[in-house]
């Protein structure tokens, strides 16, 4: 069945560098795209970007674009986000989720489990 | 950029009972492009409803959605303990923007 599973949960001192991975199971990733979520503590889901497995097409949030990276690695059927400079308030859980091969549809329908980043000095 | 707003932040109903979400977008959209997920604490969200009436595999008959332009609501009838959560709108027709969410207790 389809699963993605992510990283362990990271603590990361204000301006370094986190890389969290998301491993897909159960389909065929380069059909598919993944998106990145995040919620801050006691907050809401805020969108971070979008990358396809199938075009390499990438789309980043205004408010992450310059400190945010998305990658994947086909052969394994693992996406990366990598968020630099790190500051107190990047503290959140980072989902990962199977979104469509192109931007705009489907929906994101299968999530990670989540990864927990704390930032703090 | 397209901003969503649910209302109300807080239902408090009864186990049985009706509930009405709504969400409120900036612009008018398609009803294609509109998704609602479900998210429990510890859990990941849950697609539940997306476009005019797909369901997400396994999501019961009892989530129901509705609207058009830019007012669309999430219909919960016969509520039932499990449905406690936070239900989110999300339109995805380009950059992905998330409502701030509903909260649905159950009594």
């Known amino acids: 069945q389809v699963q993605l599973v992510q990283s362990g949960g990271e603590v990361k001192k204000p301006g370094a560098s986190v890389k969290v991975s998301c491993k897909a199971y159960g389909y065929t990733f380069t059909t598919f795209g993944v998106s990145w979520v995040r919620q801050a503590p006691g907050q809401g889901l805020e969108w971070m970007g979008w990358?396809?497995?199938?075009?390499?097409?990438?789309r980043y949030a205004q408010t992450f674009k310059g400190r945010v990276t998305m990658t994947t690695e086909t052969s394994t059927s693992t996406a990366y986000l990598e968020l630099r400079s790190l500051r107190s308030d990047d503290t959140a859980k980072y989902f990962c989720a199977r979104g469509g091969r192109y931007f705009d549809w489907p929906p994101d329908d299968f999530w990670g489990q989540g990864t927990l980043v704390t930032v703090s000095s | 950029e397209i901003v969503l707003t649910q209302s109300p932040g807080t239902l408090s109903l009864s186990p049985g009972e009706r509930a009405t979400l709504s969400c409120t977008v900036s612009?008018?959209?398609?009803?294609?492009?509109l998704a609602w997920y479900q998210h429990k604490p510890g859990q990941a969200p849950r697609l539940l409803i997306h476009g005019a009436s797909s369901r997400a595999p396994g999501i019961p008959d009892r989530f129901n959605v509705g609207g058009s332009g830019t007012d669309f609501t999430l219909t919960i009838s016969r509520l039932e303990p499990e449905d406690s959560a936070v239900y989110y709108c999300?339109?995805?027709?380009?950059?992905?923007?998330f409502g701030q969410g509903t909260k649905v207790e159950i009594k």
């Open positions: 990358i396809s497995g199938y075009t390499g097409d990438i």
């Open positions: 999300q339109h995805f027709g380009g950059p992905r923007t």
């Open positions: 612009q008018s959209i398609s009803s294609t492009y």
